[in-house]
């Protein structure tokens, strides 16, 4: 099977350390894997989410950052919405991962 180029954005920081699970999952499968953080919005990154960001760079892939700075010891590919867009246009496979950001606050019987 050809590896395929398999873009995940994570529009939303809740679904970040998930994103990256399953970006290295299909490095893992010989994919080439790109997790794309999005809005500037970034999550604590822990250890282990650290060395996955580095395993999937280790097997050709690369972890990418639209807008905002990266927190410090974790080193993203910055590229504008611009860029990305020429990248996805290259790509096999784009997975939207998770739900979008809330804008809105729930219904007061959802809240409970």
Request: hydrophobic share 35%.
């Amino acid at each position: 099977m050809a590896s395929k180029k398999i873009y995940i954005l994570l529009p939303n920081r809740m679904y970040a350390g998930d994103g990256v699970r399953s970006a290295l999952g299909q490095a893992v499968e010989n994919h080439y894997a790109y997790p794309v953080f999005m809005h500037g919005e970034y999550p604590r990154f822990s250890e282990y989410v650290t060395e996955n960001i580095d395993w999937i760079k280790d097997m050709e892939g690369d972890v990418l950052n639209v807008g905002g700075e990266p927190p410090e010891g974790v080193e993203l590919t910055s590229l504008t919405l611009e860029e990305l867009g020429e990248r996805l246009r290259e790509a096999d496979v784009i997975i939207p991962y998770g739900l979008k950001k809330q804008t809105k606050a729930p219904p007061p019987a959802c809240a409970d």
